[in-house]
């Protein structure tokens, strides 16, 4: 099984980004009982605050093959390329400042996109969604995220770990659905194998190696409840 984790830049107030140092501690494989070898493949970098480079990054991140070059149609135009995902899972990991609890985001939004990015942008009148895709104003992952939650809280029970409809009308938010959404245009009866996980702000070395914890407790989870597997 391969999983990437693909890691957002926190707000300019945080002067470090614990998305990218937990992310920055996980194994490039993982042992778990029951459960084939999950191989981790993390974003070298963190995903730029700003939507229009999300949009275009995410997206050559998970069907690359749909910018390699394609033949020409008989009207001079360049035909579409059908694409197989590069991952089994997708895991987004971002920051969620003044919490002390981690959150699994069950939805992400299509619309009202006002706050102003790092660049300056907002995306007030961008139609590609809406009108050249004609998505849905909101996406569910495809994971049973009530399955998840509990498969995941079972093997951390000391943790506060919490589900979430609540992405923030943000870049979380707005990333979580770009994912989503690259998988629902190429089959509306799809699956969306894309899961994002919040953390707090904390970066002291107790608080990294709990986010790791979580981390590898959650991908276990997202795996099991993919394959069916009893808890």
């Not at 969620?96 to 995306?123: I, N, P, Q, S, W």
Request: aromatic fraction near 10%; charged fraction near 25%; glycine fraction near 6%.
């Amino acid at each position: 099984m391969h999983q990437l984790i693909v890691l957002q830049q926190p707000f300019l107030t945080f002067e470090k980004n614990p998305s990218y140092l937990i992310a920055s501690r996980l194994p490039p494989a993982h042992e778990a009982v029951r459960l084939p070898l999950i191989r981790i493949h993390v974003h070298p970098e963190p995903v730029k605050v700003a939507y229009k480079y999300v949009r275009e990054t995410i997206t050559k991140l998970l069907f690359p093959d749909a910018f390699s070059k394609a033949p020409q149609s008989t009207d001079g135009g360049l035909e579409t390329v059908s694409t197989k995902p590069q991952y089994d899972v997708i895991l987004h990991i971002g920051v969620a400042g003044g919490r002390a609890y981690y959150t699994l985001e069950t939805l992400a939004h299509r619309d009202y996109y006002t706050k102003k990015d790092v660049d300056g942008e907002t995306m007030e009148g961008d139609t590609l969604w809406r009108e050249d895709y004609k998505a849905p104003s909101i996406l569910h992952t495809s994971y049973d995220t009530e399955d998840v939650w509990r498969r995941w809280k079972s093997g951390l029970t000391d943790e506060d770990l919490r589900p979430s409809d609540d992405p923030g009308r943000y870049l979380c938010d707005f990333a979580y659905y770009n994912s989503m959404v690259e998988y629902w245009r190429r089959d509306h009866k799809s699956t969306r194998p894309v899961m994002f996980l919040h953390v707090p702000d904390g970066v002291t070395d107790q608080d990294l190696a709990r986010g790791k914890r979580v981390a590898l407790g959650l991908i276990e989870a997202l795996i099991a409840s993919k394959q069916g597997i009893p808890p």
